[in-house]
């Protein structure tokens, strides 16, 4: 009698492992992108956020900007994060960090996101730097 609960137990023990490795194997919530990605193409499901964390020092007066999204299907979550080179999240004199932005895949289609890193009052001065991303959400 103890033999046959033995065995079943097992069994229950092995199928819980299993669904517990397929849960954790299953597509991540987030997808990240930095720089280098700029140029590209990124798939995502609905439901997924997109995470893109780009080089910055705004005390230089220097930030990312969003210009160009089709919010249909990317929506911003939130404002940008800077996160300091430095210990702590604020920006000291003259320190790099970076700049994190997320975007919740809302629903399906096709769009461009593009990013400029400007000073915003500077209205007739080329951006120093853009980042371009072609997205789709299946």
Not at 52 to 77: A, C, D, F, H, R
Not at 106 to 126: I, P
């Amino acid at each position: 009698m103890f033999r046959k609960f033995g065995k079943r137990r097992n069994a229950i023990v092995m199928l819980l492992t299993v669904l517990i490795l397929a849960i954790g194997c299953g597509t991540s919530k987030e997808v990240s992108v930095v720089a280098s990605a700029s140029g590209s193409q990124v798939e995502l499901r609905k439901g997924q956020t997109l995470v893109i964390t780009l080089e910055s020092n705004p005390t230089t007066g220097y930030q990312w900007e969003v210009i160009e999204n089709e919010e249909s299907v990317m929506l911003q979550k939130g404002k940008a994060e800077f996160k300091s080179s430095n210990t702590g999240n604020h920006p000291s004199s003259g320190k790099s960090g970076t700049e994190t932005f997320r975007f919740d895949a809302q629903s399906l289609g096709n769009g461009t996101l593009k990013m400029v890193y400007h000073r915003s009052w500077e209205k007739e001065v080329e951006p120093l730097k853009t980042f371009t991303l072609q997205v789709k959400v299946r």
